[in-house]
C-alpha cells in the first residue's frame, strides 16, 4: 500500500532539519527530491522514518516541517543532508524534563541508569549532540585547554620539530581525558596592550586551563595569567603560583653528558654554541656545559662560547665564528639539533671533515639527527615525555586538590652517532 500524504499536523522542530531517511523505488525518483508538510510522498514509497518516528503506509506522527530536503545516495536510496535536533525534542520524545536530560550529558551520576541510558540511545537514534555553549554555561567548564605559543614572532617557531613533537603528544593526552587545544592568539590586534591577552582569552572561551610554550623573554601577558591563578602547566619556563607547575628537562645534566663524552674521545679545545641564554634551557645547558669543563679539569677559551637561536641559519653563523678563531676548537657541543645541522653545514663548508677535523654534539635528538649524513650524536630529551606530562598535571589540577603538582625534570640520555 503506497504512503498516503503526511499529516499536516503533529510536533514542529522550527526551522531546522529532522534526522531521518527514506526509501523509495530508485528506478521512479529523481536524483533530489524536496518535501514539505502535508505533500504527499510519492507512491512505491516502502518506508519513512523521521526524527526517529517511524512512518509506515500514512500511519504514526511525523516531525516534518516545510523545506526538508532529501539527497540520493545509491548504497542507502534517498538521505537527507543536515541535522539538527533540539533539547527540548529529545526531552519531549524521551518523556522527561529539558533538566533530566541536560543533567545526562553534564551530571550524568545524577541520574539513574535505566534513564540516562535510554535518554542516549534516543539521542544517538535521532543524532542529537549537546551545545557546547549551554554545557559551558551549566557546567562552567568548557573541555577546553588555551595552547599559549608564543615562540617570538619573528621566528617560525610553531615549524620547530622539537615542538612539534611535543605537541602531538600533548594534544593526544588530553584527548584521552576529553579535552580539547585551543591555540591562543599571541598577539590581539583587537585589544588593549596591557598584558592581559591572554586573561581575556581565557575568560572569553571559559578555557578551564593553559599550556604555556614561551620564548624566555618573560611575557607580561604570561606571568598575567599565572598571577589570575588559571590553572598552568608551562613548558621549559619556570612558573610559581598556586595553581600552576612547569614541565623541563635535566637541561644542564644533559649537557654535562655530551661534554664528557667529547672528553672520553680524547678532546681538549672543546666550544658550545648556546641557545638564547633568555631562555631557562639555553641559560642551563650553558651552566652544565661550564661544569663538566671543569670538572674534566679543561680550560674554556677566550671566545669558545657563542650564543645561538635554535636555529638554523644561527647554527650555521655560529660555527663560522668558531671555525675564525686563531686556536678554533676540535669539538662544539651545541645546544639544539637545528643548530647543530647548521654548525655541520658550515664546517663541511669549511672543507672541515666531521667527526676527523670537528666532533659536534647537539641536543633534542630531533628525528632528522638520525638522517643527515654521518649521523649526528645528541642528548635526546623526552619529547612525548613533555606533551604526556604536560597533559596529566594540568588534569590533576582541574581534578581539585590543594597544591599544584611538583614540577617534572625529564631525564636525558646521550645517542653517539657518526659526529662523534
Known amino acids: 500500500m503506497p504512503c498516503n500524504r503526511l499529516p499536516e499536523t503533529g510536533y514542529i522542530v522550527g526551522e531546522a532539519m529532522v534526522v531521518g531517511w527514506v526509501e523509495l523505488d530508485e528506478d521512479r525518483m529523481p536524483a533530489e527530491l524536496r518535501v514539505a508538510a502535508g505533500e504527499a510522498f510519492p507512491e512505491?514509497?516502502?518506508?519513512?522514518?523521521?526524527?526517529?518516528?517511524?512512518?509506515?503506509?500514512?500511519?504514526?506522527?511525523?516531525?516534518?516541517?516545510?523545506?526538508?530536503?532529501?539527497?540520493?545516495?545509491?548504497?542507502?536510496?534517498?538521505?537527507?543532508?543536515?541535522?539538527?535536533?533540539?533539547?527540548?525534542?529529545?526531552?519531549?520524545?524521551?518523556?522527561?524534563?529539558?533538566?533530566?536530560?541536560?543533567?545526562?550529558?553534564?551530571?550524568?551520576?545524577?541520574?539513574?541508569?535505566?534513564?540516562?541510558?535510554?535518554?542516549?540511545?534516543?539521542?544517538?537514534?535521532i543524532g542529537y549532540l549537546p551545545n557546547g555553549s549551554a554545557r559551558t554555561l551549566a557546567t562552567k567548564k568548557s573541555n577546553m585547554v588555551g595552547?599559549?605559543?608564543?615562540?617570538?614572532?619573528?621566528?617560525?617557531?610553531?615549524?620547530?620539530?622539537?615542538?612539534?613533537?611535543?605537541?602531538?603528544?600533548?594534544?593526544?593526552?588530553?584527548?584521552?581525558?576529553?579535552?580539547?587545544?585551543?591555540?591562543?592568539?599571541g598577539h590581539d590586534a583587537a585589544g588593549p596592550d596591557d598584558g592581559q591577552r591572554y586573561v581575556r582569552a581565557v575568560r572569553q572561551h571559559n578555557l578551564d586551563g593553559a599550556v604555556i610554550i614561551d620564548n624566555g623573554t618573560r611575557d607580561p601577558a604570561v606571568l598575567a595569567l599565572v598571577e589570575a591563578q588559571v590553572p598552568c602547566v608551562a613548558l621549559d619556563l619556570r612558573v610559581d603560583g598556586p595553581t600552576s607547575t612547569y614541565i623541563t628537562s635535566d637541561n644542564a645534566g644533559g649537557a654535562a653528558l655530551a661534554v664528557r663524552h667529547l672528553v672520553e674521545r680524547g678532546h681538549r679545545r672543546?666550544?658550545?654554541?648556546?641557545?638564547?641564554?633568555?631562555?631557562?634551557?639555553?641559560?642551563?645547558?650553558?651552566?652544565?656545559?661550564?661544569?663538566?669543563?671543569?670538572?674534566?679539569?679543561?680550560?674554556?677559551?677566550?671566545?669558545?662560547?657563542?650564543?645561538?637561536?635554535?636555529?638554523?641559519?644561527?647554527?650555521?653563523?655560529?660555527?663560522?665564528?668558531?671555525?675564525?678563531?686563531?686556536?678554533?676548537?676540535?669539538?662544539?657541543?651545541?645546544?639544539?639539533?637545528?643548530?647543530?645541522?647548521?654548525?655541520?653545514?658550515?664546517?663541511?663548508?669549511?672543507?672541515?671533515?666531521?667527526?676527523?677535523?670537528?666532533?659536534?654534539?647537539?641536543?633534542?635528538?630531533?628525528?632528522?639527527?638520525?638522517?643527515?649524513?654521518?649521523?649526528?650524536?645528541?642528548?635526546?630529551?623526552?619529547k612525548p615525555g613533555f606533551g604526556t606530562a604536560a597533559a596529566e598535571a594540568l588534569v590533576a589540577m582541574l581534578h581539585g586538590g590543594d597544591d599544584p603538582p611538583k614540577p617534572t625534570v625529564l631525564p636525558t640520555t646521550l645517542v653517539v652517532r657518526g659526529t662523534t
Not at 545516495?73 to 541535522?83: I, L, P
Not at 593526544?172 to 591562543?184: K, Q
Not at 674534566?296 to 665564528?321: I, K, N, S, T
Open 44 to 125: 512505491k514509497c516502502e518506508r519513512v522514518r523521521l526524527g526517529g518516528v517511524k512512518l509506515r503506509n500514512g500511519n504514526g506522527r511525523c516531525g516534518l516541517t516545510g523545506g526538508h530536503r532529501w539527497r540520493y545516495g545509491r548504497e542507502t536510496g534517498y538521505r537527507e543532508g543536515t541535522t539538527l535536533t533540539t533539547i527540548r525534542e529529545l526531552a519531549r520524545r524521551s518523556g522527561v524534563s529539558v533538566a533530566t536530560v541536560s543533567r545526562v550529558f553534564n551530571t550524568p551520576e545524577v541520574v539513574s541508569q535505566h534513564t540516562r541510558q535510554r535518554i542516549l540511545d534516543l539521542a544517538a537514534e
Open 147 to 185: 595552547l599559549v605559543w608564543d615562540t617570538d614572532h619573528r621566528r617560525p617557531g610553531w615549524r620547530h620539530p622539537f615542538l612539534q613533537e611535543i605537541l602531538v603528544a600533548l594534544k593526544t593526552a588530553l584527548s584521552a581525558h576529553g579535552l580539547n587545544l585551543l591555540m591562543l592568539a
Open 270 to 382: 672543546i666550544a658550545t654554541i648556546t641557545g638564547p641564554l633568555r631562555t631557562w634551557p639555553g641559560a642551563e645547558r650553558l651552566v652544565g656545559f661550564r661544569a663538566a669543563l671543569a670538572g674534566a679539569g679543561l680550560p674554556l677559551a677566550d671566545g669558545h662560547v657563542v650564543e645561538g637561536d635554535f636555529y638554523l641559519d644561527g647554527g650555521h653563523a655560529a660555527m663560522d665564528r668558531l671555525l675564525a678563531l686563531d686556536d678554533r676548537p676540535t669539538a662544539v657541543f651545541v645546544a639544539g639539533d637545528e643548530m647543530a645541522v647548521g654548525a655541520m653545514r658550515a664546517a663541511q663548508a669549511a672543507g672541515l671533515r666531521i667527526p676527523d677535523d670537528i666532533a659536534i654534539v647537539g641536543f633534542d635528538d630531533i628525528e632528522v639527527a638520525a638522517l643527515i649524513p654521518p649521523g649526528l650524536s645528541t642528548v635526546a630529551q623526552n
